[in-house]
């Protein structure tokens, strides 16, 4: 199929079924950030982060991300700033990690992060290629307007974790942050204006950008083109999307692509930014959110970071966050700020069953290791995986989503041709369950996944009463009953 240039064209485009079969993918944040390893610690998350920096209640230097160990380090007397001068010295650069990054890089065996993806039951894998401090982990061939030619991995990392990927079985996805690039600019990011400021670096910074995206694409051939921090207003989204759809047929572009349009005029653009930033404040101080416009780009799947949709989408979507509350490794952290096997086969539960994909991400430390308090849920969602795929994989959303049991249990409803199958979100118990005000055709047979038979049930008052057999080994934190009509 032949597509032009334009968002019309190219939404005509339908949404390749592997991507909505897939269910599963892995994020992979690892860079120089993940050397120091820093963010502060905190109880709050992203998503309450971003409500008070909109708020004009926090500042960007605090964000809970180790991978903006750069920009906070810019900020005098931020956490990551103290942080730094205490442990290396006020003279050493952030580019002074390379050193330390390349030697652990050189020596990283990407087989035994591609076993521990397809044991947890991973789909696909999306490998961050540049973050926001402008290093490739690849050896691109763009130069650099502003660094020198060796600023990139001396190590084809992209390539070499591509290859190993595809030898497991699974599909592989690329990041690229082609919103901004703390190497174009010098000073931080504290505010939303600052953010807004980042995203208008010009129109050399719009080829460069769109020559590494075209780069990546030429030469990995990625099932998953997923872009971040938007695109610049210098250069046409639709023009790489139509190239990347020629490349790879079946490919899938992720939808953070907004064009922020900036007066070009000094103070022109100084009056915007005052005006924009105070209506935030305003609208937060209110109870308003942003208000959300439709967009002028075309995108295959929305993403979400770390909050799911308060209303469920009707097209592709997919749920990000970490296993933690940063992406980058982030040493500060502990198992209390790390999802539970329980608490990720819940999450997957409950996004699948919205129609979903859960991009979990995964974040090595400076050597390259999964850090184990990062492998022990994988590997929990894995084996509840093993017994349970048929509930997750290749599915779609039934006709509800969720429902309840009269001992208060929630269970989460996903589909695939005739059957149903009800998730429940709890350990499985010998005896009688009942799932309220559902119904099943007096034919149908109801069995346990992973289990050798059927087992009895009846209509009741209250819903779908179901007995369940005593096991030897009982299913933890979730279990699945399998509803088809005979």
Do not use: C
């Not at 240039?5 to 944040?29: E, T």
């Not at 290791?369 to 349970?388: D, F, K």
């Not at 149903?420 to 350990?427: H, P």
């Amino acid at each position: 199929m032949t597509y032009q240039p334009d968002k019309d064209s190219l939404d005509a485009r339908p949404i390749p079924d592997w991507y909505r079969d897939a269910k599963l993918g892995i994020f992979v944040h690892w860079g120089l950030y993940s050397i120091p390893a820093f963010a502060e610690r905190t109880d709050s998350d992203y998503s309450a982060f971003m409500r008070d920096l909109i708020a004009g209640k926090g500042t960007a230097d605090r964000i809970p991300y180790a991978e903006w160990y750069l920009n906070g380090l810019r900020v005098p007397g931020s956490p990551t700033n103290v942080h730094h001068v205490a442990t290396y010295g006020r003279n050493f650069s952030y580019f002074d990690f390379r050193t330390n990054f390349e030697t652990h890089a050189d020596r990283v065996d990407f087989a035994d992060w591609a076993s521990l993806f397809s044991e947890a039951g991973a789909r696909y894998i999306v490998m961050v290629t540049r973050h926001l401090d402008g290093y490739p982990l690849w050896p691109t061939r763009v130069e650099h307007p502003h660094m020198p030619r060796d600023y990139r991995s001396r190590r084809d990392l992209v390539g070499d974790l591509t290859k190993t990927v595809r030898e497991h079985g699974m599909r592989m996805g690329l990041y690229y942050g082609g919103g901004t690039d703390w190497t174009f600019v010098t000073k931080p990011i504290k505010t939303m204006t600052d953010l807004m400021r980042h995203q208008a670096l010009g129109p050399d910074y719009a080829h460069y950008a769109a020559a590494q995206w075209r780069e990546l694409i030429d030469t990995y051939q990625p099932s998953v083109v997923w872009n971040d921090m938007g695109w610049p207003a210098d250069y046409d989204p639709h023009q790489l999307m139509v190239h990347y759809y020629n490349s790879v047929a079946d490919g899938v572009v992720n939808d953070r692509w907004t064009q922020l349009k900036m007066p070009r005029n000094r103070l022109a653009r100084s009056l915007y930014l005052r005006f924009v930033g105070q209506a935030l404040k305003a609208m937060a101080k209110r109870g308003r959110s942003m208000p959300e416009r439709p967009p002028t780009f075309h995108y295959d799947v929305a993403t979400h970071e770390y909050a799911a949709p308060a209303t469920v989408p009707s097209g592709a979507w997919e749920l990000t966050r970490g296993l933690g509350k940063s992406f980058g490794y982030n040493a500060q952290e502990t198992s209390a700020d790390t999802l539970t096997g329980k608490e990720l086969i819940h999450l997957l539960a409950d996004v699948v069953a919205n129609g979903g994909n859960l991009l979990l991400n995964v974040g090595p430390d400076g050597e390259g290791r999964i850090p184990h308090i990062q492998q022990a849920p994988l590997r929990a969602l894995g084996t509840w995986l093993g017994r349970n795929a048929q509930a997750v994989y290749g599915t779609r959303p039934w006709t509800r989503n969720a429902a309840n049991t009269t001992s208060g249990d929630e269970v989460r409803f996903t589909r695939n041709g005739r059957t149903t199958y009800a998730i429940v979100l709890a350990d499985q118990p010998a005896g009688t369950v009942t799932i309220r005000d559902l119904n099943a055709s007096e034919t149908s047979r109801i069995s346990v996944l992973g289990g050798a038979h059927t087992v009895p049930w009846q209509h009741s008052d209250t819903g779908l009463q179901i007995e369940l057999p005593p096991e030897q080994q009982p299913q933890k934190d979730a279990y699945v009953l399998s509803i088809t009509p005979a």
